[in-house]
């Protein structure tokens, strides 16, 4: 069967400086905005500072951790066949179970209240070490849901 489109190629990412991590760097990215990365920098690793003050150990391998968690295994997409739309579980790519953890991460420590926004991500990153939070909220949800469509699961090609 022949593709429709070309795959585009991924980029390399240098590693952030501290961490010499690409993941940091990537989450670092997408918390940006306007281009103001240094105060995205700041804001990221000002949260792994609170982490490790409050965890105890290495705030960067609590957020490594809090990462896989927040990582969905299946999801569902929107499948057209013969007029009607079928949402269909699928397995997750690795790479986007990364951008869409980081994705749910971010929008979960938006959508909390006061304090700065070093002090919501790094309570986001602890609620996802204890099992609660807006994010896994948003991990269950689309887990459930592709439970509940686990039907239509032969239409995955």
């Known amino acids: 069967m022949a593709r429709r489109r070309n ?10 400086s501290i ?8 989450f670092i990215n997408s918390m940006m905005y306007d281009g103001e990365k240094a105060v995205a920098e700041r804001i990221f690793y000002e949260a792994i500072n609170i982490l490790t003050e409050k965890t105890g150990g290495s ?17 569902v997409k929107s499948r057209r066949v013969g007029g009607v739309t079928y949402q269909v579980p699928v397995e997750v790519y690795p790479v986007r179970k990364r951008s869409l953890a980081t994705r749910w991460i971010l929008t979960a420590a938006r959508a909390r ?10 309570n986001e990153f602890l609620d996802i070490l ?21 039907a239509f699961s032969h239409y995955a090609w």
């Open 130 to 150: 204890n099992n609660t939070g807006g994010t896994l909220k948003k991990k269950e949800e689309v887990r459930k849901m592709a439970e509940a469509n686990r």
């Open 113 to 122: 209240t006061g304090r700065s926004m070093s002090q919501k991500l790094a």
């Open 59 to 75: 705030g960067f391998e609590a957020f490594e951790k809090a990462m896989k968690t927040a990582e969905p295994a299946i999801e």
């Open 19 to 26: 961490y010499n991590s690409e993941l940091a760097t990537k």
């Open 7 to 16: 795959r585009s190629l991924l980029r390399t990412i240098a590693p952030d």
